[in-house]
């Protein structure tokens, strides 16, 4: 669980120390009124703004890092993302948000600052708060996310841990690609940011009626956003949220928590589970219904698309169809499975006076299974990460000679190679190096 130093140290993205509650929202309906919307872009002062909100009394503020500890909340917003800027799927409507959103008082930041428009338009009754920052001073904040969320390291460890830091990797580069102007790259969110800044408080200037609406700097303080909320002043000051510090430091311990994610299953799965759990993974899932490919067989994993399988459990990467274990079994289920993957013991006729018992020919364990192009499927399965963590290491060390910043230090870099290769000299009992 998260502590009191947790949040003090990083905000609301503390919560990633919460257990994750497992919610799924869909068809979900409103149980408190959402009565104050800011619509700033990130880095203007959201998580100050969360704070904010959560003093002066709202239930749940809203913010990115709400989905931390409800990482199945991604699933939604990729999907009403993907139909809002991609053009497939449905747009999502008053019942979508009431499901998401249905717990909340008052949003702040991505995903919700892509839905302005439908947010004002879906909640009359509620006001809305535009933080605008000098554009060169959030630009510089801007950036300096940017070069964290575009890192290739941490888009990396996200797909080896595709149920947590998948997720919320997934929803955060869809958030900081629109807001960067559709960028693609570093470079091209340097060029372009400023310009999708101006479009974002330009539209909202245009579409919220002006009694509605309250252009605020956080500079203000209370007087001002109590004032236009009907809040009476707090006791305590104004707070102040340093997000430059930190987002970079949540990047740092969420990495480190996918590692730690990434070892548990690497473990767990080159553990005495073996064969039958070999042969789960291949077997077709829902993928194979859409005709696509799973990429476990395949070369180095492609980067994530974000088409969702339905019905397909624990069964994608990001929203790329990915086989993984089945539910782990209990020691005893793993024991009677192994049993059954071993040859049987040649049944003799029962001794007579004349012909004395044959011996029993001894129990041998079958080899893992083939795969059609003759290799096995632990062999394939630790080339396959093997792989995609040598480029990982190539596109870290190239980031940092040229000086830029990595999300996961050297200790813990060393860490996800024993989790993926395994220990020197383990002989396969841990990592990706068993067999």
């Known amino acids: 669980m998260a502590t009191e130093a947790d949040f003090k140290r990083i905000g609301n993205y503390a919560r990633m120390y919460n257990r994750d509650q497992n919610i799924d929202r869909r068809g979900a309906h409103r149980t408190v009124p959402l009565e104050a919307i800011c619509l700033g872009y990130s880095r203007t002062g959201t998580l100050t703004m969360q704070a904010a909100m959560s003093i002066l009394g709202y239930p749940s503020p809203y913010h990115f890092s709400s989905i931390y500890d409800n990482v199945k909340d991604a699933d939604m917003w990729l999907e009403a993302v993907d139909a809002k800027f991609n053009g497939r799927g449905t ?43 000098d554009i060169d001073s959030w630009f510089a904040s801007w950036m300096a996310l940017c070069e964290s969320a575009y890192n290739p390291v941490l888009s990396v460890i996200a797909q080896f841990d595709p149920y947590w830091l998948g ?201 893992p299974q083939k795969l059609p192009d003759g290799s096995d499927i632990f062999t394939k399965y630790d080339a396959a990460r093997g792989a995609i963590f040598d480029n990982a290491r190539a596109e870290r060390n190239k980031v940092q000679s040229q000086g830029g910043a990595v999300p996961i230090d050297d200790q813990g870099w060393l860490r996800l190679e024993e989790s993926i290769r395994g220990k020197p000299g383990d002989n396969g009992e841990q990592g990706g190096g068993g067999q």
């Open 167 to 367: 997720r919320i990797a997934s929803l955060g580069g869809a958030s900081t690609r629109i807001q960067a102007g559709y960028a693609g790259t570093v470079e091209q969110a340097r060029v372009r940011s400023k310009a999708a800044y101006r479009h974002h408080y330009r539209d909202i200037q245009e579409f919220v009626p002006a009694k509605r609406l309250l252009n605020f700097k956080l500079s203000d303080g209370w007087g001002p956003l109590c004032r236009f909320l009907n809040k009476d002043v707090p006791d305590e000051p104004f707070p102040h949220e340093n997000e430059t510090r930190a987002n970079r430091q949540g990047f740092k311990e969420v990495g480190m928590i996918g590692i730690k994610h990434i070892a548990s299953n690497a473990i767990i799965f080159l553990s005495a589970v073996g064969v039958p759990v070999a042969a789960a993974l291949w077997r077709p899932c829902e993928a194979s219904k859409v005709g696509t490919p799973c990429p476990m067989m395949s070369e180095p994993l492609p980067l994530p698309s974000r088409q969702t399988i339905p019905e397909c459990q624990s069964c994608h990467l990001m929203g790329t169809p990915l086989h993984v274990p089945p539910p782990i079994p209990t020691r005893r289920q793993a024991a009677t499975a192994r049993a059954s993957e071993v040859e049987q013991p040649v049944q003799q006729p029962q001794a007579t006076d004349s012909q004395p018992q044959a011996a029993h020919r001894p129990l041998k364990p079958k080899p």
């Open 91 to 133: 747009m999502p409507d008053k019942a979508f948000f009431d499901g998401v959103l249905g717990h909340v008082g008052a949003v702040t930041d991505a995903p919700c600052n892509l839905f302005a428009e439908e947010l004002v338009n879906f909640y009359p009754e509620a006001k809305i708060v535009l933080v605008e920052r």
